[in-house]
């Protein structure tokens, strides 16, 4: 209906040649021009607003003020074509506007006799604010009148925002109200207001040639020259504001809105406290949001948008039309200023803006080339409209509302001063794609309440009384999320222990191995040992080191130090000697309790040394009392000492006292409640402190510990065994070490674990979720607890399904966590602060450095205020930030921000994104310095599992889903500014980690460590595959042969990754330790020798011999070698077989067979000596198809049954026999495509450049270039290698077929190829079964590279039904 | 009262938090931190106490006190 017939062109006399039509648009108008054109279906760059009239209108009045106002507004009735060829930008052209009820956009409804006649009309709007303009056909305006009820009507119009502004809106409005107000009254209207839009094109030529606008461009850019990293509350720091409906969220956000109020009182204070700092009450709002985004985003340093009318002095003043612009207004934001002094900054700050206030925004962000980065230069804007309207319709009052103030990037808070004394209306428009709904109502909510307290509290006080939370905030912070007291008992470590031990001795305490120990003879042990050490000098408040590995001795010698009342101080014996030695002399222990195989590694010493497993103590010990010894041990009382080494300075020794710890057991077995039936693993060296729940916490409520062997907690296989075999029920992995232990195939049967519980590191959800796939219905917790607050201070309780960070979760009992702004001020939810713990469970102090102890125990005022005083808080240095339902999530140190090229990066930020994308499992991100000067941001990652790889789409292979560092990059730029996109990205199969399995940032290989190319080439299929998993292992993309493991950055627990990868890819028993004594794939493959059988070249290569599934035979394509089917391995179960059949007549002395019969026959025998009888299991690509068949034909022959007959694109020999004999130039083309086209990064064909024959010479240097196993061929062989290929072509071309009496699984090489005459029904005749096809989307010399072999491989595990 | 030059000055200069002396009679007063609140605040100012009819557009199209006076009907 409001469609308005336009004029293509003016009416003119004769046609001017040169002139272009119409008018240039101004700078502001292309701005919104280009917005709309990058996605030119999207509404968000409506504009409109409201007016409410209280009072009768007359509708045909009304639409005749309309449209006489209108034809006075030339700037509004234009519409905007695209630049011509030759034009250098969009043009605007007048259009003319039909009269009411003849076209003129204008709808009118009587909407009083409707249940909610005001709703009615508001959805109406909304659904018009949602229909896009056409710009290049206009008009670009429409208008609607609502009768809602009696004296009261509602005027909507929704203007394109290339032509028109908020002020162009009041101009707009005015005029209508004047010529309507006129009319009503029979009297003439005055003449038009407007200024004309050729006037306002003209001003803006004139700007942009002249010395001021120079003058203004140097002024911006001196003033954003650090290019400051601007923050946004959204979190995510200067997102680029992608064209709408390209930022992922697909359809067209307009922006979301939530509108408040503040008081008339509140608002009277605020003006009345800009008088008195002599400042607008502007000024306050913006000082106001300034000090709030400051503070919400822990950031000194912040940007606001100011939207500027931009007609002061100017013509624009009088035309309605697009004229505003954005100014960065930067304010720093430093604890002691006072609020006063913000007030100056935003008064300063906006009079500084207003000078050079003509200059664009985005020429701003050009100049700076933030353009090019998708960078912003300004976080929220703040857009105050000080005036109301006040307009009156023939009398009728009226009120203005703004609908939709056009695209909102991050966030806009739009404020409206009401003209009425009702206080200040304040929308905040927020990015739908950035911001949840709930989010945007929170901030609001705060702001609104810190506006209230300025304007209650002195503008000269330091900011520091200002916090950003509300007071209801603070109180479920502080109070509600910590209600956590719980009364306990004051008890020590070891007393319920003996108690126990004394209630039921005959219960099993400990079981290592074979050796199973009662409490009663555990508890006999400790105590004759401890009456002891007793008689040595330790007693309460002294210390005993301990430095044996995880042992029986272990135990008892720490229960016997607790016994004696002394606290244990573990000393790990694969710490360096000096270590050792300075833990030895920092804490000056009693003695030091050891055992002969650790002895030697100790640092000399003069304390005594007890060696626990030395006969002549033992025999000394036999002579002491079996029973409980007295002590006067309390409480307060230290338990042990552990020292942290901290990112910065020598080791510190964390001392806790009992009270601490008995409070986080008490607390576990109210959690979590272990039964006399539960059996706890005791796998964390005692070094670390979640070891001291592993030891005592079973013993205390009389279930059983089970040791892990020693070195063990290394290994996944090992570990899944002993939980197996002992029954264990409760585990604690480092999430590094579950993701670990979740790859090792076994540990999806232990299903006998009731919970497992996570801490030392971030826990990432794609871990969780791996965990919740293997191991269904076991229950996982993450916990988080720095030393200093006795190991745990927070549990979660992680539930499938759930997304984004996994929480750390709540305070455990008697436990009050507080997250605070740097002036020590809660912060509320959603709002990262430093994390503080206080409470029952912190540690008595550092040993021996009163310094550093007061600096990190800081006083509690908090507990202060509720009436406790003398309570300290322990500050942890780690950044976190409630939920709203009161769990914490844990958001990296708070040392973790750096500055790169002078832009601050949030490394966490940089992880985040990339722990986002799907193909990602974890990510790392470190400013490193490989090269001096040269500081660049470096990410490693992990690849998501396949089961991860697989939710995202079906998966080529098993294993890790590959990850392309390129793409990824890709995708990590449309998510970060460039600034913030890593420069070097490393996979990894696993991160490098501390002894205590946490990350060790230091370990990380640099990105240029990566191998070398060239070498020698791999001597065999063997080494070829080991080098490929060694360079898969270390996220490289080639290692060479004799490189070393350790020397790549390989480390123990990257070790035994790739040794489960080994063992289930090859099929053998391969040891841990074997890597270390073999670190070079050549190395290896020697080692593996003995185990891996015959050589490269024999009749039978055993791919893999272990395994309890009947065996699968590969037969090799014209080549003769089977080496092309070693990636078959990983993509068919671990249990299955697999032998290469190879050629014979490639050792000297052998004889080629004058027939594919006699072939056929020569690897029958071969077969029966591995398995005499069927069902056989048999396969080729290519030559080898046809031999398999010829193969399967004579086992049947022999009664045999074959159960699979897989044929890899091979034809019988009738479609080849009309075809030409190669020569040996092809067979050198077929052994090149074989060894160079299995290649994954084979890109480039066999052949040589156009004419050039292939030589012998050529063929080699090239596999060699490409490191490929075949150029390690001897002259000799090669030779050979070449007479087979010449002779098994031959041999197929004469073959003559009989029938297999069977189904084939046959696959097609399904890209074209010049034989396109080959057809697989060739084989009909040759089988009396199916021909089941699958399509493999590849070339015929390309299916034995990795995609095509693992679907291969993934279709004949289907086939056989043990996939 | 009668409105005067140096009364537009020093009301000027006091919405701007500055010292008469330094408020040029022929300069942009946009350049001196003027602004539509505190336009709007002399707009009021001077109609409450000296009776002027002169609207906010009149004051921001040409921001100068020269400008200005004859709109106030001040003799420049």
Same mark, same amino acid.
């Given at each position: 209906?409001?469609?308005?017939?336009?004029?293509?062109?003016?009416?003119?006399?004769?046609?001017?040649?040169?002139?272009?039509?119409?008018?240039?648009?101004?700078?502001?108008?292309?701005?919104?021009?280009?917005?709309?054109?990058?996605?030119?279906?999207?509404?968000?760059?409506?504009?409109?607003?409201?007016?409410?009239?209280?009072?009768?209108?007359?509708?045909?009045?009304?639409?005749?003020?309309?449209?006489?106002?209108?034809?006075?507004?030339?700037?509004?009735?234009?519409?905007?074509?695209?630049?011509?060829?030759?034009?250098?930008?969009?043009?605007?052209?007048?259009?003319?506007?039909?009269?009411?009820?003849?076209?003129?956009?204008?709808?009118?409804?009587?909407?009083?006799?409707?249940?909610?006649?005001?709703?009615?009309?508001?959805?109406?709007?909304?659904?018009?604010?949602? @229909?896009?303009?056409?710009?290049?056909?206009?008009?670009?305006?429409?208008?609607?009148?609502?009768?809602?009820?009696?004296?009261?009507?509602?005027?909507?119009?929704?203007?394109?925002?290339?032509?028109?502004?908020?002020?162009?809106?009041?101009?707009?409005?005015?005029?209508?109200?004047?010529?309507?107000?006129?009319?009503?009254?029979?009297?003439?209207?005055?003449?038009?207001?407007?200024?004309?839009?050729?006037?306002?094109?003209?001003?803006?030529?004139?700007?942009?040639?002249?010395?001021?606008?120079?003058?203004?461009?140097?002024?911006?850019?001196?003033?954003?020259?650090?290019?400051?990293? @601007?923050?946004?509350?959204?979190?995510?720091?200067?997102?680029?504001?992608?064209?709408?409906?390209?930022?992922?969220?697909?359809?067209?956000?307009?922006?979301?809105?939530?509108?408040?109020?503040?008081?008339?009182?509140?608002?009277?204070?605020?003006?009345?406290?800009?008088?008195?700092?002599?400042?607008?009450?502007?000024?306050?709002?913006?000082?106001?949001?300034?000090?709030?985004?400051?503070?919400?985003?822990?950031?000194?340093?912040?940007?606001?948008?100011?939207?500027?009318?931009?007609?002061?002095?100017? @013509?624009?003043?009088?035309?309605?039309?697009?004229?505003?612009?954005?100014?960065?207004?930067?304010?720093?934001?430093?604890?002691?200023?006072?609020?006063?002094?913000?007030?100056?900054?935003?008064?300063?700050?906006?009079?500084?803006?207003?000078?050079?206030?003509?200059?664009?925004?985005?020429?701003?962000?050009?100049?700076?080339?933030?353009?090019?980065?998708?960078?912003?230069?300004?976080?929220?804007?703040?857009?105050?409209?000080?005036?109301?309207?006040?307009?009156?319709?023939?009398?009728?009052?009226?009120?203005?509302?703004?609908?939709?103030?056009?695209?909102?990037?991050?966030?806009?808070?739009?404020?409206?001063?009401?003209?009425?004394?009702?206080?200040?209306?304040?929308?905040?428009?927020?990015?739908?794609?950035?911001?949840?709904?709930?989010?945007?109502?929170?901030?609001?909510?705060?702001?609104?309440?810190?506006?209230?307290?300025?304007?209650?509290?002195?503008?000269?006080?330091?900011?520091?009384?200002?916090?950003?939370?509300?007071?209801?905030?603070?109180?479920?912070?502080?109070?509600?999320?910590?209600?956590?007291?719980?009364?306990?008992?004051?008890?020590?470590?070891?007393?319920?222990?003996?108690?126990?031990?004394?209630?039921?001795?005959?219960?099993?305490?400990?079981?290592?191995?074979?050796?199973?120990?009662?409490?009663?003879?555990?508890?006999?042990?400790?105590?004759?040992?401890?009456?002891?050490?007793?008689?040595?000098? @330790?007693?309460?408040?002294?210390?005993?080191?301990?430095?044996?590995?995880?042992?029986?001795?272990?135990?008892?010698?720490?229960?016997?130090?607790?016994?004696?009342?002394?606290?244990?101080?573990?000393?790990?014996?694969?710490?360096?000697?000096?270590?050792?030695?300075?833990?030895?002399?920092?804490?000056?222990?009693?003695?030091?309790?050891?055992?002969?195989?650790?002895?030697?590694?100790?640092?000399?010493?003069?304390?005594?040394?007890?060696?626990?497993?030395?006969?002549?103590?033992?025999?000394?010990?036999?002579?002491?009392?079996?029973?409980?010894?007295?002590?006067?041990?309390?409480?307060?009382?230290?338990?042990?000492?552990?020292?942290?080494?901290?990112?910065?300075?020598?080791?510190?020794?964390?001392?806790?006292?009992?009270?601490?710890?008995?409070?986080?057991?008490?607390?576990?077995?109210?959690?979590?409640?272990?039964?006399?039936?539960?059996?706890?693993?005791?796998?964390?060296?005692?070094?670390?402190?979640?070891?001291?729940?592993?030891?005592?916490?079973?013993?205390?409520?009389?279930?059983?510990?089970?040791?892990?062997?020693?070195?063990?907690?290394?290994?996944?296989?090992?570990?899944?065994?002993?939980?197996?075999?002992?029954?264990?029920?409760?585990?604690?992995?480092?999430?590094?070490?579950?993701?670990?232990?979740?790859?090792?195939?076994?540990?999806?049967?232990?299903?006998?674990?009731?919970?497992?519980?996570?801490?030392?590191?971030?826990?990432?959800?794609?871990?969780?979720?791996?965990?919740?796939?293997?191991?269904?219905?076991?229950?996982?917790?993450?916990?988080?607890?720095?030393?200093?607050?006795?190991?745990?201070?927070?549990?979660?309780?992680?539930?499938?399904?759930?997304?984004?960070?996994?929480?750390?979760?709540?305070?455990?009992?008697?436990?009050?966590?507080?997250?605070?702004?740097?002036?020590?001020?809660?912060?509320?939810?959603?709002?990262?602060?430093?994390?503080?713990?206080?409470?029952?469970?912190?540690?008595?102090?550092?040993?021996?450095?009163?310094?550093?102890?007061?600096?990190?125990?800081?006083?509690?005022?908090?507990?202060?205020?509720?009436?406790?005083?003398?309570?300290?808080?322990?500050?942890?240095?780690?950044?976190?930030?409630?939920?709203?339902?009161?769990?914490?999530?844990?958001?990296?140190?708070?040392?973790?921000?750096?500055?790169?090229?002078?832009?601050?990066?949030?490394?966490?930020?940089?992880?985040?994104?990339?722990?986002?994308?799907?193909?990602?499992?974890?990510?790392?991100?470190?400013?490193?310095?490989?090269?001096?000067?040269?500081?660049?941001?470096?990410?490693?990652?992990?690849?998501?599992?396949?089961?991860?790889?697989?939710?995202?789409?079906?998966?080529?292979?098993?294993?890790?889903?590959?990850?392309?560092?390129?793409?990824?990059?890709?995708?990590?730029?449309?998510?970060?500014?460039?600034?913030?996109?890593?420069?070097?990205?490393?996979?990894?199969?696993?991160?490098?980690?501390?002894?205590?399995?946490?990350?060790?940032?230091?370990?990380?290989?640099?990105?240029?460590?990566?191998?070398?190319?060239?070498?020698?080439?791999?001597?065999?299929?063997?080494?070829?595959?080991?080098?490929?998993?060694?360079?898969?292992?270390?996220?490289?993309?080639?290692?060479?042969?004799?490189?070393?493991?350790?020397?790549?950055?390989?480390?123990?627990?990257?070790?035994?990754?790739?040794?489960?990868?080994?063992?289930?890819?090859?099929?053998?028993?391969?040891?841990?330790?074997?890597?270390?004594?073999?670190?070079?794939?050549?190395?290896?493959?020697?080692?593996?020798?003995?185990?891996?059988?015959?050589?490269?070249?024999?009749?039978?290569?055993?791919?893999?011999?272990?395994?309890?599934?009947?065996?699968?035979?590969?037969?090799?394509?014209?080549?003769?070698?089977?080496?092309?089917?070693?990636?078959?391995?990983?993509?068919?179960?671990?249990?299955?077989?697999?032998?290469?059949?190879?050629?014979?007549?490639?050792?000297?002395?052998?004889?080629?067979?004058?027939?594919?019969?006699?072939?056929?026959?020569?690897?029958?025998?071969?077969?029966?000596?591995?398995?005499?009888?069927?069902?056989?299991?048999?396969?080729?690509?290519?030559?080898?198809?046809?031999?398999?068949?010829?193969?399967?034909?004579?086992?049947?022959?022999?009664?045999?049954?074959?159960?699979?007959?897989?044929?890899?694109?091979?034809?019988?020999?009738?479609?080849?026999?009309?075809?030409?004999?190669?020569?040996?130039?092809?067979?050198?083309?077929?052994?090149?495509?074989?060894?160079?086209?299995?290649?994954?990064?084979?890109?480039?064909?066999?052949?040589?450049?156009?004419?050039?024959?292939?030589?012998?010479?050529?063929?080699?240097?090239?596999?060699?270039?490409?490191?490929?196993?075949?150029?390690?061929?001897?002259?000799?062989?090669?030779?050979?290698?070449?007479?087979?290929?010449?002779?098994?072509?031959?041999?197929?071309?004469?073959?003559?077929?009989?029938?297999?009496?069977?189904?084939?699984?046959?696959?097609?090489?399904?890209?074209?190829?010049?034989?396109?005459?080959?057809?697989?029904?060739?084989?009909?005749?040759?089988?009396?079964?199916?021909?089941?096809?699958?399509?493999?989307?590849?070339?015929?010399?390309?299916?034995?590279?990795?995609?095509?072999?693992?679907?291969?491989?993934?279709?004949?595990?289907?086939?056989?039904?043990?996939? | 009262?009668?409105?005067?030059?140096?009364?537009?000055?020093?009301?000027?200069?006091?919405?701007?938090?500055?010292?008469?002396?330094?408020?040029?009679?022929?300069?942009?007063?946009?350049?001196?931190?003027?602004?539509?609140?505190?336009?709007?605040?002399?707009?009021?100012?001077?109609?409450?106490?000296?009776?002027?009819?002169?609207?906010?557009?009149?004051?921001?199209?040409?921001?100068?006190?020269?400008?200005?006076?004859?709109?106030?009907?001040?003799?420049?």
């Amino acid at each position: 209906m409001r469609a308005a017939r336009t004029l293509d062109r003016p009416a003119t006399g004769a046609p001017r040649p040169a002139a272009p039509e119409g008018l240039p648009l101004t700078a502001a108008q292309s701005g919104m021009w280009f917005a709309q054109a990058l996605d030119p279906g999207s509404p968000a760059l409506n504009t409109a607003e409201c007016i409410e009239i209280h009072g009768e209108v007359d509708p045909v009045r009304f639409a005749e003020a309309l449209h006489r106002t209108v034809g006075e507004a030339d700037a509004l009735r234009v519409r905007l074509v695209a630049p011509a060829e030759g034009e250098s930008g969009p043009r605007q052209l007048p259009i003319a506007i039909e009269p009411p009820g003849q076209g003129f956009p204008l709808h009118t409804a009587d909407l009083r006799g409707e249940r909610a006649p005001d709703a009615t009309a508001r959805a109406w709007m909304r659904a018009d604010l949602t @229909v896009p303009f056409d710009l290049a056909t206009g008009p670009l305006f429409a208008h609607a009148l609502f009768h809602v009820g009696d004296r009261r009507w509602l005027w909507y119009q929704r203007v394109h925002h290339a032509v028109m502004d908020g002020y162009g809106y009041s101009l707009i409005a005015r005029r209508v109200a004047e010529v309507y107000t006129a009319l009503a009254a029979g009297t003439a209207p005055g003449p038009s207001p407007f200024g004309r839009l050729a006037a306002l094109v003209a001003e803006d030529a004139a700007y942009r040639d002249s010395a001021t606008h120079e003058r203004d461009r140097a002024h911006w850019e001196d003033r954003f020259r650090d290019r400051p990293a @601007v923050p946004t509350l959204a979190g995510r720091s200067a997102l680029p504001s992608l064209p709408h409906g390209l930022n992922g969220m697909g359809g067209t956000p307009i922006a979301l809105r939530h509108s408040a109020h503040l008081g008339p009182e509140a608002t009277e204070r605020l003006r009345e406290l800009a008088t008195s700092v002599r400042a607008t009450w502007p000024d306050v709002l913006f000082a106001a949001q300034a000090l709030y985004l400051a503070r919400a985003t822990r950031s000194e340093d912040v940007v606001l948008g100011l939207p500027m009318m931009g007609r002061m002095g100017s @013509v624009a003043l009088r035309v309605p039309g697009m004229v505003m612009n954005v100014l960065p207004l930067r304010f720093t934001v430093t604890p002691d200023s006072t609020f006063a002094e913000l007030t100056r900054q935003a008064d300063l700050g906006i009079r500084d803006a207003r000078r050079h206030r003509r200059y664009r925004y985005a020429d701003i962000r050009r100049d700076l080339g933030l353009l090019g980065e998708g960078r912003a230069l300004v976080g929220p804007l703040v857009n105050v409209m000080p005036f109301d309207y006040g307009l009156t319709f023939a009398g009728a009052r009226s009120d203005a509302y703004n609908l939709s103030a056009g695209p909102v990037d991050d966030l806009t808070v739009n404020i409206y001063d009401r003209a009425d004394g009702t206080g200040l209306h304040i929308d905040y428009d927020a990015n739908p794609a950035l911001y949840e709904s709930a989010e945007v109502a929170t901030h609001q909510e705060r702001f609104l309440d810190l506006l209230t307290r300025i304007a209650d509290s002195d503008p000269h006080q330091p900011l520091t009384a200002l916090s950003p939370g509300t007071e209801e905030e603070r109180e479920r912070v502080l109070v509600e999320f910590n209600d956590t007291a719980v009364p306990v008992p004051p008890t020590t470590l070891i007393g319920p222990i003996e108690a126990r031990a004394a209630r039921r001795p005959g219960a099993t305490a400990l079981v290592a191995g074979e050796v199973t120990l009662t409490y009663g003879e555990l508890n006999a042990r400790a105590n004759r040992l401890a009456r002891h050490l007793a008689a040595l000098g @330790v007693r309460p408040g002294a210390l005993a080191a301990v430095a044996v590995p995880r042992s029986v001795d272990l135990v008892v010698a720490l229960l016997a130090v607790l016994k004696a009342g002394g606290a244990y101080l573990p000393l790990d014996p694969g710490y360096p000697a000096e270590r050792l030695a300075d833990m030895l002399g920092d804490a000056a222990p009693v003695c030091v309790l050891t055992d002969t195989a650790t002895r030697p590694s100790l640092p000399d010493t003069e304390l005594p040394v007890l060696t626990l497993d030395d006969p002549a103590l033992r025999a000394e010990l036999a002579a002491h009392l079996p029973t409980d010894p007295g002590r006067p041990l309390t409480p307060q009382h230290p338990a042990y000492v552990i020292y942290t080494s901290g990112s910065t300075g020598r080791p510190k020794g964390v001392v806790v006292p009992h009270s601490a710890i008995d409070n986080r057991l008490r607390w576990a077995q109210g959690q979590y409640g272990l039964t006399p039936d539960d059996r706890v693993l005791q796998k964390t060296p005692s070094g670390f402190d979640v070891s001291v729940w592993e030891f005592f916490w079973p013993l205390r409520v009389g279930a059983t510990l089970v040791l892990a062997e020693p070195g063990a907690h290394q290994d996944p296989a090992a570990l899944a065994r002993t939980i197996r075999e002992q029954g264990v029920t409760t585990a604690h992995f480092v999430p590094s070490m579950l993701r670990l232990f979740l790859d090792e195939p076994s540990a999806a049967h232990c299903t006998g674990l009731r919970r497992v519980l996570c801490s030392g590191e971030v826990l990432p959800r794609q871990a969780a979720e791996a965990f919740h796939r293997t191991l269904p219905g076991v229950p996982l917790h993450n916990l988080y607890g720095p030393t200093e607050a006795a190991v745990d201070v927070t549990h979660h309780a992680c539930a499938p399904g759930e997304d984004g960070p996994v929480p750390i979760g709540r305070p455990v009992w008697n436990t009050r966590l507080y997250v605070l702004d740097p002036d020590r001020r809660p912060c509320p939810p959603g709002i990262p602060g430093e994390l503080y713990v206080a409470g029952a469970q912190l540690a008595t102090g550092y040993l021996g450095r009163p310094d550093l102890t007061a600096e990190r125990f800081v006083r509690d005022p908090f507990a202060e205020a509720a009436g406790r005083p003398g309570e300290r808080m322990y500050r942890t240095g780690d950044l976190a930030r409630w939920r709203q339902d009161g769990a914490l999530e844990y958001l990296g140190r708070t040392d973790h921000q750096v500055k790169l090229r002078g832009l601050r990066v949030e490394l966490g930020e940089v992880e985040a994104a990339l722990a986002a994308d799907p193909h990602v499992a974890a990510a790392c991100a470190t400013v490193r310095e490989d090269r001096p000067g040269d500081r660049r941001l470096v990410a490693h990652v992990t690849p998501a599992s396949a089961d991860a790889a697989a939710e995202a789409g079906p998966a080529p292979t098993r294993g890790p889903a590959p990850l392309d560092p390129d793409a990824l990059r890709a995708r990590l730029a449309t998510r970060l500014p460039d600034h913030m996109v890593p420069s070097a990205l490393v996979v990894l199969d696993a991160f490098p980690l501390t002894p205590n399995g946490k990350l060790d940032r230091a370990a990380l290989p640099a990105p240029s460590a990566a191998a070398r190319p060239g070498g020698r080439p791999p001597r065999g299929p063997r080494e070829e595959t080991l080098a490929r998993l060694f360079a898969e292992a270390l996220g490289l993309p080639r290692v060479g042969v004799d490189d070393g493991f350790f020397d790549l950055g390989g480390d123990s627990l990257l070790a035994a990754r790739l040794v489960a990868r080994i063992r289930a890819t090859l099929g053998v028993d391969l040891a841990l330790g074997a890597l270390f004594r073999a670190p070079t794939p050549a190395s290896l493959a020697d080692l593996l020798h003995g185990d891996g059988g015959e050589g490269a070249l024999g009749a039978v290569l055993p791919l893999r011999r272990t395994g309890d599934r009947t065996p699968l035979f590969v037969l090799p394509p014209a080549v003769g070698l089977s080496w092309c089917y070693s990636g078959l391995l990983e993509g068919l179960s671990p249990d299955q077989p697999v032998y290469g059949l190879q050629a014979r007549g490639l050792n000297p002395g052998e004889t080629l067979p004058a027939t594919m019969e006699e072939l056929a026959q020569d690897w029958l025998a071969r077969v029966r000596e591995i398995q005499p009888h069927g069902p056989y299991r048999l396969l080729g690509w290519s030559v080898g198809g046809v031999a398999a068949h010829t193969l399967a034909v004579l086992l049947q022959e022999a009664g045999e049954k074959v159960e699979l007959l897989a044929v890899m694109d091979a034809y019988p020999a009738d479609q080849w026999r009309e075809t030409p004999t190669p020569g040996e130039a092809d067979a050198l083309a077929a052994l090149l495509r074989m060894a160079v086209d299995d290649r994954p990064d084979g890109q480039a064909g066999p052949d040589g450049p156009e004419g050039e024959p292939l030589t012998r010479e050529r063929v080699t240097a090239r596999l060699r270039a490409e490191g490929s196993a075949l150029a390690a061929l001897d002259d000799d062989t090669l030779a050979a290698v070449l007479d087979v290929v010449v002779n098994n072509v031959t041999l197929m071309r004469t073959h003559r077929h009989r029938v297999f009496d069977g189904d084939v699984l046959f696959f097609t090489a399904a890209a074209p190829r010049a034989e396109h005459w080959l057809s697989r029904d060739a084989w009909r005749p040759y089988v009396t079964g199916s021909l089941i096809n699958r399509d493999i989307d590849c070339l015929h010399p390309q299916m034995t590279r990795p995609g095509p072999i693992a679907e291969v491989a993934e279709a004949v595990a289907g086939y056989l039904g043990e996939g | 009262m009668a409105l005067t030059l140096d009364q537009i000055r020093a009301d000027v200069a006091d919405v701007l938090g500055e010292d008469p002396a330094d408020i040029p009679d022929d300069e942009n007063l946009v350049d001196y931190g003027l602004d539509s609140v505190r336009i709007m605040t002399l707009v009021e100012r001077w109609r409450r106490d000296h009776g002027t009819e002169v609207t906010f557009v009149d004051l921001a199209e040409q921001p100068a006190i020269e400008q200005w006076a004859p709109l106030l009907g001040v003799r420049a």
